[in-house]
């Protein structure tokens, strides 16, 4: 069974903190995503990133930052974490394909709220 | 960029009756793709229908696309409590990129 497996479902962190999501995927895909989630605003993406250490900016990626070291894990960092990053964050990941997008398998989010 | 966006936002209906959910998205696509998210979790893929083709079903779902339009619906027939989710649609920003963007998505509430 595929799996994208998020470090954590919930997290509470302080305003200043330096942040950390981790994201796992068993399915040997390149194209992984990083997501977040607000009412009314449907998903926004944050980073993009299509094989290891290439990544690239999506519509919202002020006040963040990635990291793929490893085809398997894609990382996404609140540098320092602010209320306003309060938010869903859902992981994805999809195999790379000359057709167009792939089908995305989606972690189970990490609700993230900063105090 | 909104690439997709659904009509309506919420959509309310009793159990049995069918359920119709439009996006309408604004650059050529490769393909565009349904998925749905029970309350607080993670997104399920539904479906995804090509730029050549114009209609595809899967079980009770229907999805039509019409690129001369930028319009895609989903149908789902006979619609039970267990739809009750959102709905989104989901398309690339262009059609030579592997990213996905999603819309807003359509609330559906099916009552029993």
């Known amino acids: 069974d595929v799996k994208v497996t998020q470090s954590s479902r919930y997290l509470v962190k302080r305003t200043g903190e330096k942040v950390f999501l981790e994201c796992v995927q068993d399915m040997d895909h390149e194209n992984m995503f990083w997501y977040r989630q607000d009412p009314g605003l449907g998903l926004r993406l944050i980073y993009f990133?299509?094989?290891?250490?290439?990544?690239e900016k999506g519509d919202i990626p002020e006040g963040y930052s990635v990291s793929r070291e490893k085809k398997e894990r894609f990382s996404l960092i609140l540098e320092s974490a602010s209320t306003n990053q309060t938010s869903m964050y859902l992981c994805?990941?999809?195999?790379?394909?000359?057709?167009?997008?792939?089908?995305?398998?989606f972690g189970q989010g990490t609700r993230l709220t900063v105090v | 960029s909104q690439q997709g966006e659904e009509d309506p936002q919420a959509l309310s209906i009793q159990e049995g009756e069918n359920a119709t959910m439009n996006c309408s998205y604004k650059t050529s696509i490769n393909n565009l793709q349904w998925y749905r998210q029970n309350s607080g979790r993670g997104l399920v893929h539904l479906i995804l229908i090509r730029s050549n083709e114009r209609e595809k079903h899967s079980g009770r779902l229907r999805v039509t696309l019409d690129t001369s339009k930028k319009s895609s619906s989903l149908l789902i027939t006979a619609s039970r409590a267990a739809d009750t989710a959102s709905y989104f649609c989901?398309?690339?920003?262009?059609?030579?990129?592997?990213?996905?963007?999603f819309g807003q998505g359509t609330t559906l509430q099916v009552k029993p």
């Open positions: 989901a398309t690339p920003p262009s059609s030579n990129t592997g990213k996905l963007i």
């Open positions: 994805a990941s999809s195999l790379r394909s000359a057709g167009g997008p792939t089908e995305a398998f």
């Open positions: 990133s299509y094989d290891v250490k290439m990544k």
